[in-house]
């Protein structure tokens, strides 16, 4: 059998990791070997901590949403219960901007989850004006007419 060098594309791929591990401390940057399990112990830290952001942001939300609340004079879970019982869908995220951005619009939700908890309906429009609007809505139908051929 012939002998195949393959040193070009080792060194490449050496090359590659050790780039990419440019500013780890001591041997980590200098060492292949080390390098390369550095880079593993890397990759696998970026990933939990991509999954631990999205709690730390809702941790943030959560807390903005409750300063908010607490200038409203309610607490964040009566709000958040509130707002499920009058059917407000709405994320936590949104909300946290809503208290920043527009504190006026955050305090017309609180007053709809401060009625749902007292139990009042929120404001709904007349049945006759319901009604009315129904019987305008007319339904069209549309079918498929065959037409056969004349000969």
Known sequence: MTRVKGGIVSKNRRRKVLKRAKGYFGSKHRLYKTAQEQLFHSGAYSFNDRKKRANDFRKLWIARINAACRANDIVYSKFINGLKKANVEINRKMLSELAIAAPEEFTKLVKISKDALEGKAP?????????????????????????????
């Not at 709904?124 to 000969?151: D, H, L, Q, Y």
């Open 123 to 151: 404001k709904e429009e007349k049945a006759e004006v319901k009604e009315e609007k129904a019987a305008t809505e007319k339904k069209t139908t549309t079918r498929r007419r065959t037409t056969k051929k004349e000969e």
